[in-house]
């Protein structure tokens, strides 16, 4: 079966601060996308980033940075130099074989100004 | 252009009635979700068409019954609704069924009261 941990309930930063936002997934497939969603206070879901299994080169995009390592099953999302909009719940899915999308419990990030 | 959209953004109605959510989306893609997240934000998959066709039905009550009359629309209708079916629905599509990144529509609030 495929699961989602995040182990991080809500977490609060100062603006400014980086933030990292855990993700533990669980697949016996050898093939398998990782993926993070963003849904803001005015919760619409917003797709950030997909991953598959066999790239685990770790990805920047903007003050957004996501490190990928196969050995301890993680996918983590940095936050660099946080800012009030980064304020929203963070949800992490993995797909895997032909199963749907299976998403974490998400993560609730507050940036404080 | 909105990619995914969802009519109506809320409905409030009472317990016993049936009420129907629309979604339309305008990607192209072959295959169209329902989701439920409940108050505590988890995120569930209810069902996935690909292809007009049924293939995913998780254990959902079967007073709520989704119909596709093609690739871009997938409806959901809710009979006898209950208090426990508030929550709000997200309707998703990906280009095909599989390991591909799903775009949400904006979700609708069910309230039952």
């Known amino acids: 079966a495929q699961k989602v941990t995040q182990a991080q309930t809500e977490i609060s930063v100062v603006e400014k601060e980086d933030v990292t936002l855990d993700c533990v997934y669980e697949?016996?497939?050898?093939?398998?996308?990782l993926f993070w969603y963003k849904q803001p206070p005015s919760g619409e879901l917003v797709f950030l980033i997909r991953r598959n299994s066999f790239d685990e080169q770790n990805e920047i995009s903007g003050r957004y940075s996501w490190n990928f390592q196969k050995s301890t099953s993680s996918f983590n999302f940095t936050i660099t130099a946080s800012q009030v909009v980064d304020s929203a719940v963070y949800f992490c899915a993995l797909c895997a074989g032909n199963t749907p999308l299976v998403f974490g419990k998400g993560t609730r990030l507050s940036v404080i100004a | 252009d909105t990619a995914v959209s969802q009519t109506p953004k809320y409905l409030v109605t009472q317990m016993g009635n049936d009420k129907s959510i629309k979604c339309e989306q305008n990607l192209g893609h072959d295959t169209m979700y329902w989701y439920k997240q409940d108050s505590k934000k988890f995120l569930k998959i209810m069902f996935s068409y690909n292809n007009k066709e049924l293939i995913i039905n998780e254990t959902v009550p079967n007073r709520f019954s989704p119909k596709s009359p093609d690739k871009a629309h997938l409806n959901l209708h809710i009979n006898s609704l209950e208090l426990g079916d508030s929550a709000v629905y997200f309707c998703a599509s990906s280009p095909t069924w599989g390991l591909e990144e799903q775009y949400f529509g904006p979700g609708t609030r069910l309230t039952v009261t």
């Open positions: 697949t016996r497939d050898t093939t398998y996308y």
